[in-house]
């Protein structure tokens, strides 16, 4: 099916007598790069920004504030400019066109792109990804080993057990795991906030 020829109707031909289309046991998530049918696109404004508000806010982001101390005002500004034009920009160039065709990002980009730039950006994100996920699992394993006095080996395998079947199971347990833990994170970075205020000076 090319982007050209997209319509709603050959989707719902496409998956016709598939109950559960792209779902294995109907909760893991293997549509792949199908196009994703409508009664899968239930999901509103609030369960996306929580969604990503989530993934991008997490027990790392204060650690990378503390890593980029040393390097000054400026030299913060430049590696906080640099990560968003490596990170963000190449996303915004084909975004646009995910709210149009109900693609994945790396399969609009095929087309916005070509097949060769696709290839090269979904290679940089799985860079990105999995030094993201590695980070996210030793913070937060340290953090846990240190709050529980327990063995830090045990968190590691812990946390990246739980964030591997998340991601297999797909968004819908994602967004449920994000929407109930956004409590836990909020209440955390009030106290650091608090304790910030309380310890340190504005300057």
Known sequence: MVLEEFDEKKLEE?????PEFGRFGKE???IGVLPIPSRLRRYKA????IFWAMASASAATPLA???????GLRGMLIAITLAFILGVIPTLLFSEMGRQIPLTALVIARKTFGYGT???LSLLYTVINIGW???NNAVGSEILSAVTHTPIMYWYIIMGTIQIF?????????????RYTSIIL??????LTYYLIIHYHVS
Not at 169 to 176: D, M, N, R, S, T
Not at 186 to 191: D, H, K, N, T
């Open 65 to 71: 504030g503390y890593l980029l101390f040393n390097l």
């Open 133 to 135: 996920f590695a980070l």
């Open 118 to 120: 696709a290839q090269a």
């Open 46 to 49: 609030y369960n996306l920004f």
């Open 14 to 18: 496409l998956a016709k007598g598939l």
């Open 28 to 30: 893991l998530e293997t």
């Open 186 to 191: 909020l209440i955390s970075y009030a106290v």
């Open 166 to 178: 998340l991601v297999i199971l797909g968004f819908k347990w994602l967004e449920y795991f994000y």
